[in-house]
Every structure is written in C-alpha cells, then in structure tokens.
C-alpha cells in the first residue's frame, strides 16, 4: 500500500501476462480518485525525481547492481521517452514518476482500466527509471556496463528493449551518431579494453556454445571461409560514432587470455530466423530470402541458428560496419516486403572467444582449453496489440507472430517466476514454455541461468495509449521478479602440464603482437602428433566398427524376424495344402475301394448266375469297373505329385536352414565386430592408462576448473564406454554384452503389450549368458529389469516370459555374493540381508524372502528411470510418479517393494498375497502353449 492511496502492482503466483498482475487495491481508492481532480496528480515528467546518478569517467562500476553469485533477478528498467521538442507540453498525464524505482499509473476516464478499478491507481516498481533527462551515457553505465565486465569475464548476458512502437526502442539500443546507444557503446568499451588483448588464434565459435579449430596450416587466403570477413568490404559509409572519451571506462580484464571478438546479427520475422548479414540479392531484388533453421545443440543442450554468419571484428570500426551492413539489409528487406523494422526482433551477439596464455607466454589455440561468452542485445518488436487494429492477410500473420513471441515470452518469464514459487515450497516446478516461439527458444539457456538478463522497458506515455503501456508494465513486473539462478560457468581444461600436442604461439609483449606470432618450435611435437594421430585414428576405427556393428545388429534382426515370418507363414501354406491334398486322396482311395469293392461282388454274382447268359447289368458293370481303373490311375497320378510337393518341401526345407545359416554368420560377423570393439577400446585405454592427461596442481586452478578437467577426463573415458572405467567389463565385453541384452529386453518388453519373439529371443540369451554374476546382474540392472517385467500385465505372454524373467530372476539372486571386503559401495545392501545369517556359503538362501531376494537387485535409492520406459526426462512425471509408470498400467505398485503385496505372486483381492494361485496360472499357461505347440508341430 502506498502513502497515496495507489495500488501496488504485486506480481503473485499464477498470474499470467495476458491477466492483470493481482493489484493489491488500497483502502485509498477514494483517494485515488480524487487525486484525479483537474490540477491535481498531473504527471511532470521534467520533475525529475533524484536518480542521482554518480558522474562517470574512469574505472569503477557504477553500480547498484547486486552481483549474487548463485541468484541473479532479471533487472527491469525503465525509460521514459522525452517529448519532442516540436510538440506542445500536455497538461496531464497517466505516468507519474515517484521515486528512482516507482511509477504510477493513473488510468484515464475513457479507458476500461478506469471503469474496471474505479480510477485506482498502479504502482510499478523497476530496478531502476530513467526520465526523460537521461543520457544514453547514464543508461549504458547503469544498464549494461555490469552485464559487459561480466561477459568479458566469461559470462552470457542479454539485455532486451521491450515497448510499443516509437517508444525509443532502437534509440535505446543503437541510437545514432550523434548520440550512440547500447550497441556502438558496448563495442566501443569492449575494443577499448581488448584491444591490446586481441587474438588471432584460429579458433571460432560454432553452434550454439561451441568453439572450433579452422585453418590450423595458417593457410591465410582460406580464412574468409570462417571470419567471413569479405563482408566488411561491402560497406562504404561505416558510421562514426561520436563517443566522448570520457566513455573509456577501465574494466576489469583478465590478462592470461587473448580475446576473439565475433559478431553474428540476426532477424526473427513472422517466427522465421534470417541473417541480417546475408546481402539481398540486388540485381533480382527479390522479396525472398531464405530462413535459417534452429538446431539442436546435443553437447550443450540448446537451439542456435544454423548457418548464421559469424564475422570476426578486429577494430570497433569494423563492428560498426557490420551494425550498418544489418540495419541496410534491415531496411532494404523490410521495404521489399512492405514490411516496417518496427514488426520484427533484431539480435545482435557479440562472442568473446578466450585463449589462454601459458606461463611461457605462449597462447593456447586450442579449443579444448579455450572459452566463449556471449552477450546479446535484442531490440524487440512493437509491443502494442496489433490485433485491435483490424489486420488482415500478411499483416495479420504478421501480427499474430509478433503478439505470439512476446506473449510467449511473458509466459515464459511468468513461468519461470511460478516455479521459484513452487521450488521455494518444495514443490515440482512445471515446464516453462521456450519451445513456443523461436525467440525464447534462442534464450532459454540464458533465462535458464546461464547468464544475466536486463530489460529495458520503453514507454512513450504522451504518443502511447494507457491500455498499451500498462499491459508493457505489467511485463516488466512479472519480469523483474524472476530470478536466474546462476549455473556455473562452463570450465575448460587448466593450463598446467599441457600437453605439447596443442597449438601454441608465442606472444610478443608489443602492441602489435598479435600480427607477429610464432610457432613454437616444440621438440617432441612430432612424436606427440604421431600419437595423436594413432589414438584418433583407432578413435576412428572404433566409431567405424561401432557403425558396422550396430548396422550388422540392425540387419540380422531385421533378417531374423523376416525368416521367421516367412517360415511360418509358407509351413502354414504348406500344410494347408498338403492336408487337403492328403485328405482328398484318402477320399478318392476309400471311394474307389468302395466302388471295386462293390463290382467285384456284383460281377461275382453275375458270373455265378450264368456264365454265357447276357445279363443287362453286365454292361455298366463293365463300364463301372473301366472307371474304376481310371480312378486308380488318377490316384497314382495324386502319388506322384505328393511326391513332388514333398521334395518342393524340402528344397524349401533347404531355404530355410540357408537363411539360417546366413543368420548365423550374421551373427558371428555381430560378434567379431563386438569383440573388435572390446579389443580396440582395451588398446585405447591402454594408452590412455601409460599416457594419461594432464594433472593440473592445485596452485593453478581453481577448485571449479580441476572438476572440470576431471569431468572431461570422465568424458573421455565415456567415450570409449563407461565398462571398462567402471572395471566391470570381461576380457570379452562381458558388462557390455549383458547390458546390451537388458536393453533390448527392456525395449522390447515395454514397447508393446504383448510379449513377442524379440523379447523371447533376447530373454533366451540371457539365460544363456555364460558367467554371470551377482555383480553383473546387479550393475546392468538386471534383476530390477526382471522384476518389473514379472510385475507388468501383458495382453499376452506366448512364450511365458514372465515366469522365465521370475526364474531367471530366481536364478540370479541365488548367485554367490562377493564378499564384502571386495564389495562396491553399490553393493553394501545386498549383504546385509545375509551378514546376520551363519550360513557363509549361502546354502539356505532359497530360504529367504522374495522381497529380500529383490532388495538385493534393487536399491532402495537406485533411481534408474531409463528401466522403465526411455521417455527423455529423468525428472518424473507431474504427479509424482516414477516416469514411465504409466507404461505399467496404472498399477499402484511401488517400484521399490515398500508394503506393497510381493509383485510377482497374485494378490487374490484380500489384500493377501497368494502365490498358489499365481503359480496355477502359470502352469495353465505353460500348458495351453505346449498343447498349441503340439497341435502346431502335428
Ligand atoms: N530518449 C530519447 N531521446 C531522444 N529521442 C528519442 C528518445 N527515444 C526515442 N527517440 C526518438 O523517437 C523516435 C522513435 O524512436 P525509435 O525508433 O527508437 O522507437 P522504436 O520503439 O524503436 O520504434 P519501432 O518499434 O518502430 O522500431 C526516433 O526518432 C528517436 O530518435
């Protein structure tokens, strides 16, 4: 509540920017409203309240800007637009400035705010208000200087102009030469502090957070292929801005790096990304030019823009020229397309590309030890709704981009804002959605903390409408009250015991340093590059035979599901065919039979009547009896080709058992490859082992970079699979191998209801498995796998998978443990269960519960979630389930046992667990199988 009798906008949990923030009305709306009166509350914005802001010249921050090193709030700040010297002072209205921090806003008797709140006031708090009466200098040091000392140090940054149209958006951010924005100014400072610093390692910035080694050979008149720097000779009128030398602010820069600087300039029109370095093609002037893409960034996480040209600046003068050549294309695309600038977001980046200086002085051009920041600057579409302005056609479209990319961004900002909320109370935070819109999407790493974020907020309260510039200050409300927690910065390799390997060059102490740098002359260079060049090319074989295994996998199941299709299919036919064949000739023969039969008796009779008497029936006798002659050939005929169709069988007999042969080398080929792969990974790690990475001392790193360096030694190792670094895996892959088979267990268990011939086959494997261990299944998570699959309804279960997995599962947890000394960390629970028992060899363990059978398989704590269902988010579902639980019909089982009835006996409605009748079903099963086997085989 506020002296005034105003309403403090209050942003609360569940407000979304499309709602009107919760308004704590006052007790003092009456006041409020008076305070309307004619002559009173009259907004002057020339009364400037006391920003103070300190002088600036020289080196420290300006800043009451509070650094938190793990939560960082978005600053929200606002500038207001001055009124143009032309137009005439308006006697009221609806903004008043009360302090550096607080705005009101007073609705007018028109507006539906007036008659929805009775003419209550607003209050607006922000990080910071600028009048009318601030410089371009003042904003910069209060706005951006902070987040430009903390991307030279290494970190992202991002600051956006958020406001209706002609509200000082672009002035804000680049201003013009006379009086230069954000972006001039950041450049300025940057190459004023770097400019000594400036490297010309051959190292860029790729993807999304990426850093990449080009033209090592120093190859010159290829590296315009990279810098892309041919572009800066387009340009012929660079602009100069005018920036006193009072702006040379001192910052902070850390002097054992050399700096690449980089810029990329982008558009995102209608939802699509363009570059706005990428010339239009003049001669067509066409209207079209081609979108960039987003792309997954699988290292890092994140989207970038795929194909956005990246320029290396080596002056502030050139990074001016590419600010001129993206606003010309700006402006020449927007006016080809009829399209106002004002319709689209621009982004500027600048990356801060980092090398390492070694104590010999030599800099370190090699990706893995350098380091990049990036810092953007977005100069956002118009704010105001364009939907009340009857749009139609492109414009419409166009409209309805512009609204979707910022209201996604405020419900993003609100989102983010509810899960602080939901964390704070310890509850699941909801996912935040920066999928919706390609301008969030392109943020989300920084609004997921990894990075600082500021919000210049412009409002232009005698042009704009109070409705358009309330709904602007409600965003930056909801913005600013969203905190960033901070990740930690990504960490590169440390310097000590380098490896001689890398690229080196030897720094001069001169100004011009940078265009007189040497190779060092290493002397075990060639060596170390030989065995460079040895482990990346079994590297490469590795991923090679890894490809040709897994495509060789792919194909025999491929192959092996074909065989048995058709196996079954063409036996189906055969025996079709060959029953009915059988059939009808038994039909024939009986006739026939029957028919001589029944002549021969009647010829007899004849004969015994009257031997020379002519009978009538003689005749047809005779007749019937040539018929019969001629059934009995065409029985013959039947035999001959019964015969045919039994060798026609077994040639396809023959087929068969080729198609299997084919599967079984298949197979073996399978198993080579795997082997290979063991075997090379065994070579690789060898090498590794006698030739490890470089130990850093502790002196020279920070207690983040040696974790760093240690978590990209783990990397490495994952590479060439976590088996061997875990020290599980056999001389022959045995690890790989049996979790291998857990996964294609689990794949094809759960990826439909029923349990089929894949699941069968895998299932037959492991019980095959030779040398299995209690480690083994315990590690792989096997007997976790197991036991879900017995708790799991299947529609049907041909092939008793169930009762198998329960016997396997049996089988397992009968294995010998290993004795404790040797146990891992991992394994202390399953001993416990058997460490109070006098029984060292385990000869009365089938005594034992299931539930202690399965406690040992599965831990209480084991969080395996990829168990159970792949879906790609580790974090559970929203109701609390594991995720995947669905997958198991809703049944309210607990993953881990708890009280629950023992999942795999029946639970017969009493709550009671009744293993008689589950065994019975079983066995009812069993037998139904065998007797559809016996009828299929008969
Ligand atoms: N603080 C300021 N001091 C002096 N002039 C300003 C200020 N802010 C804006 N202007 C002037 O106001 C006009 C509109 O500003 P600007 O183009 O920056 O608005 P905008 O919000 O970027 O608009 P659009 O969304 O259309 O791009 C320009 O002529 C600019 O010079």
Not at 232 to 251: A, Q, W
Not at 541 to 548: A, I, V, W
Not at 721 to 729: P, V
Not at 851 to 875: A, P, Q
Request: hydrophobic fraction near 30%; aromatic fraction near 6%.
């Amino acid at each position: 509540m506020t002296s005034d009798g105003t309403s403090v906008v209050s942003p609360t949990k569940g407000q979304g920017i499309a709602k009107a923030p919760t308004i704590q009305k006052t007790a003092h709306h009456s006041a409020s409203r008076r305070t309307k009166s004619p002559g009173q509350r009259r907004i002057d914005l020339n009364d400037t309240p006391d920003t103070s802001i300190p002088p600036k010249s020289t080196t420290s921050l300006p800043v009451n800007y509070v650094t938190q090193p793990e939560k960082d709030p978005i600053k929200a700040y606002l500038r207001i637009r001055p009124l143009p010297s032309t137009q005439p002072q308006p006697s009221s209205s609806y903004l008043k400035v009360l302090d550096d921090q607080y705005v009101s806003l007073i609705p007018p008797e028109d507006t539906n705010a007036y008659r929805k709140r009775q003419g209550a006031s607003d209050q607006y708090q922000f990080t910071k208000i600028f009048t009318n009466s601030t410089s371009q200098k003042q904003l910069f040091e209060e706005t951006t200087l902070p987040l430009l000392q903390s991307f030279i140090h290494g970190n992202n940054a991002l600051i956006f102009a958020y406001g209706v149209t002609n509200s000082g958006k672009t002035f804000t951010m680049l201003g013009n030469e006379l009086d230069a924005g954000i972006v001039p100014r950041t450049i300025h400072i940057l190459f004023h502090n770097l400019q000594h610093r400036l490297s010309q390692a051959r190292v860029k910035p790729v993807m999304h957070s990426t850093i990449q080694s080009y033209d090592l050979n120093h190859a010159s008149e290829v590296d315009d292929e990279h810098e892309n720097r041919s572009l800066l000779l387009d340009v012929l009128d660079t602009p100069d801005y005018n920036i006193p030398s009072d702006n040379k602010y001192e910052l902070d820069v850390d002097a054992r790096f050399e700096y690449g600087i980089w810029i990329t300039f982008a558009e995102i029109y209608n939802e699509k990304v363009y570059d706005l370095l990428e010339s239009p093609n003049n001669k067509k002037r066409t209207t079209r030019r081609t979108s960039l893409p987003l792309k997954y960034e699988y290292r890092s996480g994140y989207k970038y823009v795929a194909g956005l040209k990246h320029i290396r600046v080596k002056s502030a003068k050139e990074a001016y020229t590419v600010i001129q050549k993206g606003q010309q294309n700006r402006v020449v695309f927007s006016t080809l397309m009829n399209q106002s600038s004002s319709r689209s977001h621009s982004i500027f980046t600048i990356s801060l590309v980092r090398c390492p200086i070694d104590q010999d002085d030599y800099v370190i051009e090699d990706p893995a030890y350098a380091t990049m920041s990036k810092l953007s600057i977005v100069d956002l579409a118009g704010s105001e709704r364009y939907r009340n302005t009857f749009n139609q056609g492109q414009r419409l479209k166009e409209a309805g981009n512009i609204n979707k990319s910022l209201m996604v961004l405020g419900q993003c900002m609100e989102t983010l804002r509810m899960n602080q909320i939901k964390i704070d109370s310890g509850k699941r935070p909801i996912m935040v959605p920066f999928r919706q819109s390609k301008l969030t999407e392109l943020f989300k790493n920084t609004f997921e903390g990894n990075g600082k974020v500021a919000i210049v907020v412009n409002i232009n309260p005698f042009d704009t409408g109070f409705d358009e510039n309330s709904h602007v200050m409600k965003f930056a409300a909801i913005a600013k009250e969203v905190t960033t927690v901070q990740q930690q910065q990504q960490q590169k390799l440390a310097l000590h015991d380098i490896s001689d390997t890398v690229y080196k060059r030897q720094r001069r102490t001169t100004t011009d340093s940078n265009n007189h740098l040497e190779l060092r002359n290493n002397k075990t260079t060639s060596s170390q590059h030989h065995d460079d060049t040895f482990v990346n090319s079994l590297l490469e074989q590795m991923e090679c035979l890894r490809d040709k295994w897994l495509d060789a996998e792919a194909r025999y199941r491929s192959m092996e599901s074909d065989i048995r299709q058709q196996i079954s299919s063409e036996t189906k036919l055969e025996l079709g065919r060959m029953e009915e064949m059988y059939m009808s000739l038994l039909r024939q023969q009986n006739k026939a039979i029957e028919m001589e039969t029944q002549i021969d008796t009647r010829l007899e009779t004849l004969g015994n009547v009257e031997e020379n008497e002519e009978s009538p029936d003689r005749p047809s006798l005779l007749s019937l009896k040539t018929r019969q002659q001629q059934l009995f050939l065409e029985i013959d005929k039947l035999h001959v080709l019964l015969k045919d169709d039994t060798v026609q069988k077994q040639s396809l007999l023959d087929k068969i058992s080729a198609l299997e042969n084919d599967k079984a080398q298949e197979q073996a080929t399978t198993k080579r490859l795997n082997s290979n792969i063991t075997q090379l990974k065994a070579v690789i790690n060898n090498y590794r082992k006698n030739s490890p990475l470089p130990k850093l001392p502790s002196s020279m790193i920070s207690d983040g970079e040696s974790q760093h360096a240690r978590s990209l030694q783990r990397s490495d190792s994952d590479m060439l699979g976590d088996n061997n670094i875990r020290g599980l895996d056999g001389p022959d892959g045995q690890y790989a191998n049996f979790l291998e088979l857990r996964k294609q267990l689990r794949r094809s268990v759960f990826k439909r209801e029923e349990l089929l011939e894949d699941a069968e086959s895998t299932l037959h494997e492991i019980e095959q498995f030779e040398n299995v261990t209690f480690d083994l299944v315990k590690n792989t998570k096997m007997g976790k796998l197991l036991k879900l699959i017995t708790q799991e309804e299947f529609k049907s279960d041909p092939y008793l998978i169930q009762h198998r997995a329960l016997e396997l599962f049996k089988r397992f947890a009968r294995l010998p443990r290993p004795h404790p000394d040797q146990q891992q960390p991992s394994l202390a629970n399953s001993t416990k269960h058997y460490s109070n028992l006098d029984d060292p060899d385990h000869t009365h363990q089938d005594d034992y519960t299931e539930n202690t059978l399965m406690d040992d398989f599965c831990d209480e704590d084991d969080d395996d979630d990829d168990d159970i269902g792949d879906n790609g988010n580790d974090s559970g579902n929203a109701n609390g389930k594991a995720p995947g639980f669905e997958l198991f019909g809703n049944q309210e089982h607990s993953l881990d046992g708890g009280n629950a009835c023992e999942p795999m006996l029946a639970d017969d409605g009493d709550g009671k667990c009744d293993s008689d009748t589950f065994s019975s079903d079983v066995q009812e099963d069993r037998r139904s199988t065998r007797k559809r086997r016996r009828t299929l085989r008969s």
